[in-house]
């Protein structure tokens, strides 16, 4: 084995002992196709350009890490979680998964990873890049038409994380392939907001990830209406997608969320006091730009109403 490929296993090890379902290395080249498909989306939707343009700084690796040979994207798979029921009708699994949230065990993966990666002697600096263009240039995920990685074994139901290292390990091979079936549009049918109304163009202030919290109030009445049962963000378009079937696992509990399930039904957090917003729910999502707990509460209205419609009721 060369030089590089020991490497480049060396690191591949390293992520899968930090808990990563996979790994893969990419040169830190500009990611000019990137740059291209934001600038784009700027002429086409003007309204949305302050959301692309900050973006635009992950374009070149080198910006902020000059000495950096490489990329490295690690692939972390949140669809190992059993959710408690009902929790994710209402709020993006992404985000009841997330691994900012110190209770969940998937916290300190990041941290573990930049100590392995320096204890192979590497040159380290976390981010910077755009990571899944990065995922796809080192050949760990593909993307479908709904604008997600996707990885053979876990689908989209994954976050990808980078470290631009110096050190030349053997690059992945880009993955070249749409994971998509010829002629599937069912993510485009299923976006509630039409964020997603052609393939791979997301409009990004009209996706109810943004419109939840991010976007200014008051919402629109239509887009208002077509949020339906969501308090924040949306899978639609992922659980609409045949990619993801099966690849929900539910294998490891999720403690730090049954112990508030009550209380994130939607019709708990429409009513909720501002003692539960501060110590129950800003806690797990305390990353969401901070809007009180009026926003939650109308968001929960908004949800409960929608469910009880559909006969349901948040769980
Ligand atoms: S997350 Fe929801 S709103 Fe955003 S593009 Fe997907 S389906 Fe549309
Ligand atoms: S729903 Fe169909 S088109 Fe959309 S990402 Fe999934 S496979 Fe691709």
Redesign the pocket.
Known sequence: MSDSEQLAAAIRRAARECGYLDCGIASAEPFTEYEEGLRERCRRFPSATGLYEPMLNRVDPRKTAPWAEAVVVAVRDYGKYALPPGLADHIGRNYLCDRRVAACPDHEMPRHMTAALKRLGLRVKRGGVPERAAGVRAGVVSIGR?GFAYHREAGSWINLESWRIDGAPRLGRASSESPCPDGCRA?LA????R??REPFV?RMD????YLTYSAPAPIAADLWRAMGPWIY??????LACPLNRGKWRRREPTPWLEKVRERLRPEALASMDEATYREVVHPLFWYIPETGVERWRRNAARAAEWLAGQGRCGD
């Open positions: 709904n993510c299923a976006c509630p907001t964020a997603l997301m009209l996706c109810i990830a963000g949306c899978d639609a378009c992922q």
